[in-house]
């Protein structure tokens, strides 16, 4: 079974700081994506990485795929309070053709709920 | 309309009535999700579609139904539900595709979801 384990869950940081969200999965995968949540609304797509060593920047948010470590990692660069919100990476398993069983679906980490104070 | 969209977004319901919640997709995709999102809880996956077809349930109790009549629209129907149902239910949808002998959904959409509250 999948699993997809985010780090930290809960993120305190002040404006102008940089930190960086880590999201490990257990199987192989070369497609993984990351969204957004702001309280009471739904998930934003924020980057899509679908292959070893991809990298996307949006703003101050950067995000990276490393396949072999199973890593993903998302980089806040000199945070802003419009960045607090909750973040989740999700990781779409590869189901070969032959395979019988296994799961067709995203399978999310928990979230990391990031708090940017002024 | 764009994208995926959801109604009602808001539904205040007793035990014992019967709602269903609407999701329709805008996007020619076609697999469409179900998760429910609580406090205590992760997202948590319940159905996904594929082709019209239920391909997952993921042990959701039966006073949840869904409906998938074609791949733009899905339903939720509800029924006896429980106060420990109150959460926020999301649907999405993706293009769910063959490539190299692999299946992948690619990135889910998802709509602004419903606020469940059971009294």
């Known amino acids: 079974e999948l699993k997809v384990e985010q780090n930290p869950l809960f993120l305190s940081m002040q404006e102008g700081k940089n930190y960086t969200i880590y999201c490990n999965y257990s199987?192989?995968?070369?497609?993984l994506y990351w969204y957004r949540q702001d309280p009471g609304k739904s998930l934003e797509s924020l980057f899509v990485?679908?292959?070893?060593?991809a990298v996307k920047q949006e703003g101050r948010l950067m995000a990276s795929l490393d396949t072999k470590a199973r890593l993903s990692t998302l980089h806040i660069t000199a945070a802003v309070h419009d960045l607090s919100a909750t973040y989740f990476c999700?990781?779409?398993?590869?189901?070969?053709?032959?395979?019988?069983?296994?799961?067709?679906?995203?399978?999310f980490g928990k979230g990391t709920k990031l708090t940017v104070n002024p | 309309e764009t994208g995926v969209t959801q109604t009602p977004r808001h539904l205040v319901m007793g035990m014992t009535n019967k709602k269903s919640l609407k999701c329709e997709q805008h996007?020619?995709?076609?697999?469409m999700y179900w998760y429910k999102q609580s406090a205590k809880k992760p997202l948590e996956l319940m159905f996904v579609?594929?082709?019209?077809?239920?391909?997952e349930n993921n042990s959701v109790p039966s006073r949840f139904s869904p409906e998938c009549p074609n791949s733009s629209h899905l339903f939720l129907h509800l029924h006896t539900l429980q106060p420990e149902d109150s959460a926020l239910y999301l649907c999405?949808?993706?293009?769910?595709?063959?490539?190299?002998?692999?299946?992948?959904?690619?990135?889910?959409?998802f709509g602004p979801g419903t606020r469940l509250t059971v009294t």
């Open positions: 999405a949808s993706s293009q769910r595709t063959w490539d190299r002998g692999f299946l992948y959904s690619y990135e889910q959409y």
């Open positions: 199987t192989t995968s070369d497609r």
């Open positions: 990485l679908l292959s070893n060593g």
């Open positions: 999700a990781v779409d398993p590869e189901i070969l053709l032959l395979t019988q069983g296994g799961s067709e679906k995203l399978v």
């Open positions: 996007l020619g995709h076609n697999a």
């Open positions: 579609y594929s082709l019209e077809e239920r391909v």
